[in-house]
């Protein structure tokens, strides 16, 4: 089982470790840590980020993308101010623009050496992330997922392994067996799994108060998927317990904008995906359960004190950190 933490190349990351491979070798070492689930977000610096530290790449995601794929172009322009602003966000106009940044982020992953790449599986319009009204329901997702992934098969090594991520919104949610197994038994890759994301899956449960009631939760719906849950291969290890936002946000739709920035996205999803640590040990009959091979701690850090704090916290609730280290 490798014990790794998320990372991009995006330049604040690269700031938070001071764009240094010492600093970087030095922090793994210290947490005893076997490396990275790197997100490509620019060309790849290899003497930043070392080959020999990268086991996983985090494909790039688009929150709503199912419109593009579907060319409607009535619901594009409601979200899109322009032609250009569409093809700046896909890449350009047509599905091959698109797919071929996927490509390009496959090529770069595969380049690295990476064991698997995580892929989302989810999608909702703006609108919808605070309305909780989504046009399309989990199985429409999934089905032009199937689509996405068959289109990119081609340019995954075979060695390569190919992880369903499960979010809150429509798509993979993991709390229906049925469409879990459809997109598993779907796709043409056939070296496939599921990378749990065990905070996303505490999001579609806004009942819940407490890590124990949020551990219990994720092994019961493990348990609901039958033999499926062995497709469970790597865990995105965090908590959210958002219950009382996402009821408050819930309850407040007819306070909708017309249109929301950004900023206001970023600020509303975060409020939901929080990315703490679990500080249970029972976090540990997850991982008995699943026995994945990837365990990723998966945090937002707004500095470098803040993610080793995070990180020490759910190492300690793992027994994998003692006196400080």
């Known amino acids: 089982m490798l014990q790794l933490v998320n990372l ?18 030095a922090f793994l070492t210290q947490y005893k840590l076997d490396g990275l ?10 003497e930043l980020h070392q080959r020999k530290w ?3 790449c985090h494909l790039r995601f688009w929150p709503w993308w199912l419109d593009f794929w579907r060319g409607d172009q009535q619901a594009l322009r409601r979200e899109f101010a322009s032609e250009e602003e569409i093809a700046a966000c896909y890449g350009g106009t047509t599905r091959e623009a698109w797919l071929d940044i996927y490509r390009d982020n496959i090529r770069t992953a595969t380049a690295a050496g ?9 999608n909702a319009r703006v609108a919808e992330l605070f309305s909780w009204q989504f046009h399309a329901a989990c199985r429409e997702v999934i089905e032009a997922t199937i689509e996405v992934v068959n289109a ?17 919104w429509p798509g993979l949610t993991l709390r229906d067996k049925e469409l879990t197994a459809m997109l598993l038994d779907s796709v043409t890759h056939r070296n496939v799994g599921i990378m749990l994301d065990t905070g ?10 407490t890590e124990a009631e949020g551990v219990e939760y994720v092994l019961t719906t493990l348990d609901n998927l039958g033999s499926y849950a062995r497709y469970i291969r790597g865990i995105h290890l965090h908590k959210s317990l958002a219950g009382k936002y996402i009821r408050y946000s819930q309850s407040n739709t007819g306070k909708l904008k017309a249109a929301y920035n950004m900023e206001e996205v ?22 008995n359960y699943v026995q994945p091979e990837f365990v990723v701690h998966e945090f937002m850090y707004r500095s470098l004190t803040d993610w080793e704090g995070k990180l020490s916290q759910q190492l300690q609730a793992l027994g994998l950190m003692h006196n400080g280290i």
């Not at 991009?8 to 070798?25: F, M």
């Not at 689930?37 to 290899?46: G, N, S």
């Not at 509303?268 to 040990?281: A, G, N, Q, S």
């Open 200 to 209: 996303h899956l505490m999001n579609t449960n806004p009942d819940l108060r």
């Open 152 to 168: 990119l098969a081609p340019d995954i090594p075979a060695d390569t392994a190919l992880l369903f991520e499960n979010l809150w």
């Open 8 to 25: 991009s190349n995006y330049h604040t990351d690269n700031a938070l470790i001071g764009n240094s491979p010492e600093y970087l070798q």
């Open 54 to 56: 990268l086991q996983g």
């Open 266 to 287: 970023m600020h509303h999803v975060l409020k939901i995906d929080e990315h703490r640590p679990f500080t249970t040990p029972a976090v540990k009959n997850i991982i």
């Open 37 to 46: 689930e790197m997100m490509f977000c620019a060309p790849w610096d290899t």
């Open 114 to 122: 990476v064991k698997y790449l995580v892929f989302h599986v989810s």
